[in-house]
Every structure is written in C-alpha cells, then in structure tokens.
C-alpha cells in the first residue's frame, strides 16, 4: 500500500485498539477489504456496488458458511445464518422461534437482561440465578436449571462486566448462547445448543452482520404466528439471502474466518486469547495500583475490567491520559463499572498487551 495513500492514512498508523466493540481487525482483513472495495474478485465493480445474487456473492456466503463450519466442526443439522438487526434483534427473535411456554435466562449482566426483558415480552421466563446484587462480579454457580422449560439461555462473555462462561454446560434441556464477544476464542460443543448467535463486530467483522448458528430440528414447533423476517425458517430456507443480506460485512467476516484458519483454528486462537489475558492479569494482579474488578474463576479471557485501588483513585483519568500517549485507545471502562476496560480480541496482537502492561509500569513507577 503507498505511504501517502488514503487508505494508509487510516490503516497504517500504529494504535493499540483496545475498543470493546466494534473493535480491532486484523490487518489481513482490512487488506482483503480494500482490495475488495476496489475491485471485488475480478468482476470490475467494488464489493460495495455488487448484487447480492451475484455468483460472485453467493461464493462468498458459501464460503463463510462452510468455514464457519469447519472452524467450530459444527455438527449435521445446522445451519449458519448471516442476518442484519445485530444481537439485540436476537434477543426477541429466539423466544419468538423457541419459546413454548417457559424459558430459564441466566443474568450475568447488561446484555443477558436485555435478552431476559424481550422474552418476558413473548412468554414465562423464569431467571434461574442472577449476580446482579454484586454488580455481576461473578458467574451465578449452583442454581438448577429446571426440566420443563423450552430452553435455557446463557450470555458467554459479559462484555461489560469482564466475566465469561468459558465451557459448555451439561443441563437437562437444550441451550441457546449469546456468544457475540468470545466466539472463536475457544471450542464449542455445538451440540449442547439449539442455537448461538452473536453480532460480529466484536471478534469477526465490522458492524452489520449478526450470526446465527440454529439447529434446524428445533424449527417450526411454536404456535405463534411469525412474521416472515422473524422467522429463522424464512432464512434458513433462503440461505441468508431473503432479503438483502449487509454483504460488506459478511465479505469482512469471511476474511476473518480465512486468517483464523490460516492461523491454526480456535484451538490456537485459544492458547494466544488466553496467553494475552494472563499477561494483562498477571500485571493487575502483581500491581499495587491496578486492581481487578471480578472474582479471578469467573475472569474473562476476552474484556479485562479493572480500576484504581481507592487511594490512587483520583489518578484513573490521568492514566487514561498517559496510555493515549503510548497509542492505546478505547480503555476507558463503561460506565456501570467505571476503571478500564481492555478487550483483547482475536486481531489484537500481543505486542499491544505489553504496551499496555509497560504503560502501567511505567505510570506506576511515576506515581
Ligand atoms: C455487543 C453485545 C450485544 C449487542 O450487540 P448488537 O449487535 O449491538 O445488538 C449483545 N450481547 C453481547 C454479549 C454483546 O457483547
């Protein structure tokens, strides 16, 4: 890429991109992107112009489905949806398509209430363990799920709170996951779900493009009736492309998915997620200024919340301040937890953690 162009302008300057979503993606995708946008596999029109029913296009969402797939050896009988409406459209999409009668939600934050708010809306929701009194610091542990409900729910990665379900639970009824902030950080047993989405602009792609991985057998059982869009049938039918599916996105997605495969697949993906967060921890927790904010069983390898211990408190914008200094965006923690938040995507290279990690020595050391 020329130094002077447009696009080196955006892409080449070197920051740490800490952002909890969207967020960082790898240098191969935005190289593929800009290619793409230029000239979308040698059709002469960019990836941004181009019919979705082109063949061109179709390859592509064949290609993402299958990789997909074979990254999560997702088993017979399922199918990868790429949909628009993000997360948050799933949040009443999967009690729409699954709920019967009742279903259990476990609370473990911001995102799992909100899936829990719009299921109230559709049907019974009984909330099986909740760690809302200590401002979600854990994961709920020792609750039974109950044997007649339609399907119980779980939110993997609590993107704000920084605790993460890092297994597969075996429970009496089907699961259905928010996986939107640590899918492809580790392996899944697909086949404890009846379904898993997640919006992929978190570990995937820019915004758009939300996943769905849905087990077809689970289909057609509620009485209700659908609207054709809010029915996973319409879309699994039509293979992601009913309507116009955000094929910028899911042209990111695949690129992404490609780089991961090239990599070493989730299993790597895991041993460099978990390599990067214990280096960020193992400094928090070596630090006599920073201090984790969630019990260390439950910590997520994904979003790494922490703050200023009370007596260096009135220091935390100042240190904000400093790590912009060394090219670290996007710590600022969210609101409901305050300190820093650093999330440690699949694309975020260990080089940046130990920036980061050097930035606190250092303002430690100044302090
Ligand atoms: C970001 C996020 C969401 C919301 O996703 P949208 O695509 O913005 O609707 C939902 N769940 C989790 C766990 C998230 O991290």
């Known amino acids: 890429m020329p130094k002077n162009s447009f696009f080196c302008q955006v892409l080449c300057q070197k920051k740490h991109n800490f952002y909890a979503g969207p967020s960082i993606l790898s240098q191969y995708t935005l190289d593929k992107c800009v290619d793409a946008i230029r000239d979308f596999a040698g059709t002469g029109l960019s ?28 088993p017979e009988g399922y199918k990868v949806l790429f949909l628009g409406g993000g997360a948050s459209t799933q949040f009443y999409m999967v009690p729409m398509n699954l709920l019967k ?57 609590n993107t704000i709170y920084g605790t993460e379900i890092r297994e597969d639970y075996d429970v009496p009824v089907r699961m259905v996951a928010d996986m939107s902030s640590d899918i492809f950080s580790r392996p899944v047993d697909v086949s404890k779900y009846d379904l898993i989405y997640g919006g ?47 094929v910028f996105p899911i042209y990111a997605a ?48 994904m979003n790494v919340c922490f703050v200023m211990k009370p007596e260096y408190k009135e220091l935390e914008k100042d240190f904000l301040d400093f790590a912009g200094t060394k090219g670290i965006v996007g710590i600022k923690g969210h609101r409901s937890v305050g300190g820093y938040r650093a999330s440690l995507y699949n694309a975020l290279p260990l080089e940046s953690v130990k920036v980061l990690v050097d930035a606190m020595k250092e303002f430690e050391k100044n302090h």
């Open 254 to 301: 695949l690129q992404t998915l490609k780089w991961y495969k090239e990599l070493g697949g989730v299993k790597e993906l895991q041993r460099i997620d978990e390599e990067k967060a214990a280096y960020l921890y193992d400094a928090i927790d070596s630090s006599k200024m920073f201090v984790g904010t969630v019990k260390p069983e439950d910590r997520s390898i």
């Open 200 to 246: 992929a602009q978190k570990n995937i792609a820019p915004a758009g493009v939300t996943f769905v991985i849905v087990k077809e057998d689970v289909l057609g059982q509620v009485d209700r009736v659908l609207p054709t869009m809010v029915n996973y049938k319409t879309h699994v039918d039509k293979g992601s492309m009913f309507n116009t599916p955000p």
């Open 47 to 74: 990836i941004l112009e181009i019919s979705h029913r082109s063949k061109e296009f179709q390859a592509v969402v064949d290609e993402a489905e299958a990789l997909f797939k074979e990254l999560l050896d997702i």
């Open 101 to 157: 009668t009742k279903a259990a939600y476990l609370d473990t934050g911001t995102w799992a209430n909100k899936a829990i708010k719009e299921a109230k809306l559709i049907g019974d929701v009984e909330v099986v363990g909740s760690s809302k009194e200590d401002n979600y610091t854990y994961i709920p542990k020792g609750y039974k799920v109950p044997t007649d409900v339609d399907y119980f729910h779980i939110t993997t990665n």
